[in-house]
């Protein structure tokens, strides 16, 4: 990935659905349990990259050591990501349902999801010689301008103000 060199932020304005989703491997030699888990995620994301209707904004992956892989989830409203959730024509409903026929509470698989609902002006953005990355990388980037310490004026920006 190219780097961006210099300052710069978001070019995003409004509320923002921030869903962090992940899974942790709690015991790594029972590879039948872990391995269909790890590999449920990619068609969900690639699915909801194809729908621009469906209030998926983009994601990032990363890996916490070797046993957790995270995923931050960008979406334009609660709504979204909750029907997405719900709609058992879509590829969530049957993982979800294939995780708990297969692991339920046997603790080889750990898995978790926090729901940030952010309101316009509630986040501040800023990427300083970076590649696209986060919600810029959603969204796309502008120069950060001002001085290094005007988090609060990047924050009203981000408020449409």
């Known amino acids: 990935m190219p780097v961006n060199a210099g300052r710069f932020s978001a070019n995003y304005q409004g509320p923002v659905v921030v869903f962090v989703i ?9 590879f039948g349990k872990w ?3 790890a590999r449920s995620m990619r068609p969900m994301i690639e699915e909801l990259a194809a729908d621009p209707d469906s209030g998926f904004l983009g994601s990032e992956t990363l890996l916490q050591g070797l046993r957790t892989v995270l995923l931050i989830q960008y979406w334009r409203d609660f ?6 959730a719900r709609d058992r024509e879509q590829k969530h409903w049957p993982a ?8 339920g509470s046997d603790g080889t698989v ?3 999801h926090e729901t940030y609902s952010v309101p316009a002006g509630g986040f501040e ?7 696209d990355w986060g919600l ?3 969204a796309g980037l502008v120069p950060a301008t001002g001085s290094r310490n005007e988090a ?3 924050m009203r920006a981000s408020a449409g103000n």
């Open 110 to 112: 750990g898995i978790f």
């Open 35 to 37: 391995i269909p888990v």
């Open 22 to 30: 992940g899974m942790r491997i709690n015991h790594f030699l029972k």
């Open 125 to 131: 953005t800023i990427y300083g010689n970076m590649p």
């Open 152 to 154: 609060r004026d990047r």
């Open 96 to 103: 979800w349902t294939a995780f708990n026929k297969a692991i």
């Open 79 to 84: 709504d979204s990501l909750e029907s997405y």
């Open 136 to 138: 810029g990388k959603v």
